[in-house]
Nanobody, 123 residues
């Protein structure tokens, strides 16, 4: 069992930056692939980025490539999402998720989810 708690969301102006954190409980964190997803009002949850258990492989959605960076610190049981050059269309609730088996972009393949943190980008 893994519990995930996101933090770091908030209100930022367009062009600004935020760093989200996702703290995980459990001694097996280092064996999980981790992902970030987001959901804007009235829209489906969408993939943002994911990182393998070792940190050696990452995936990014085209919409965030070059602006967002995912990283992890297995010693701290934490995964991070650094978001630069934020745009109003990045406004959403951001969720982190853990996958026991594979590095994937599909939300239905993730086993554990956090409660989400709101990111609002003003124009």
């Amino acid at each position: 069992q893994v519990q995930l708690v996101e933090s770091g969301g908030g209100l930022v102006q367009a062009g600004g930056s935020l760093t989200l954190s996702c703290a995980a409980s459990g001694r097996t964190f280092s064996s999980y692939a981790m992902g970030w997803f987001r959901q804007a009002p009235g829209k489906e949850r969408e993939f943002v980025t994911a990182i393998s258990w070792s940190g050696g492989s990452t995936y990014y959605a085209d919409s965030v490539k070059g602006r967002f960076t995912i990283s992890r610190d297995n010693a701290k049981n934490t995964v991070y999402l650094r978001m630069n050059s934020l745009k109003p269309e990045d406004t959403a609730v951001y969720y982190c998720a853990a996958d026991r088996t594979v590095l994937t972009t599909r939300p239905d393949e993730y086993d554990y989810w956090g409660q989400g943190t709101q990111v609002t980008v003003s124009s």
